[in-house]
């Protein structure tokens, strides 16, 4: 019903930029949260960066300052820019948004399907 495409992930060495994009398609009424995850091998999944509907973000305290959350909504795409990249970045990128497929439904969450971001020093 709902598809996720993630993208923009790659090798870059520390202090490098990269710029993910998140793709929702489908039957799509409205987007409410979109968010950022990483997970990095043996380690559990955390949370990265979200948006809300409104454009209030928030950001995992160790990316404050070097990575930016935004959104287009005419797209229905999220994005991650990543600036300053350092080797603890290195991880998986998985995006999640909360969906709402009808009008009068509920917001159910999605997941893209991860893009590797590998940071080399």
């Known amino acids: 019903q709902v598809q996720l495409v993630e993208s923009g992930g790659g090798l870059v060495q520390a202090g490098g930029s990269l710029r993910l994009s998140c793709a929702a398609h489908?039957?799509?009424?409205?987007?409410?949260?979109m968010d950022w995850y990483r997970q990095a091998p043996g380690l559990q999944r955390e949370l990265v960066a979200s948006?809300?509907?409104?454009?209030?973000?928030y950001y995992l305290d160790s990316v404050k300052g070097r990575f930016t959350i935004s959104r287009d909504d005419a797209k229905n795409t999220g994005y991650l820019q990543m600036s300053s990249l350092k080797v603890e970045d290195t991880a998986v990128y998985y995006c999640?948004?909360?969906?709402?497929?009808?009008?009068?439904?509920?917001?159910?969450?999605?997941w893209g399907q991860g893009t590797q971001v590998t940071v080399s020093s």
């Open positions: 999640n948004m909360e969906v709402e497929t009808l009008s009068w439904g509920n917001y159910y969450g999605y």
């Open positions: 489908g039957s799509i009424y409205s987007i409410n949260t």
């Open positions: 948006i809300t509907r409104d454009g209030n973000p």
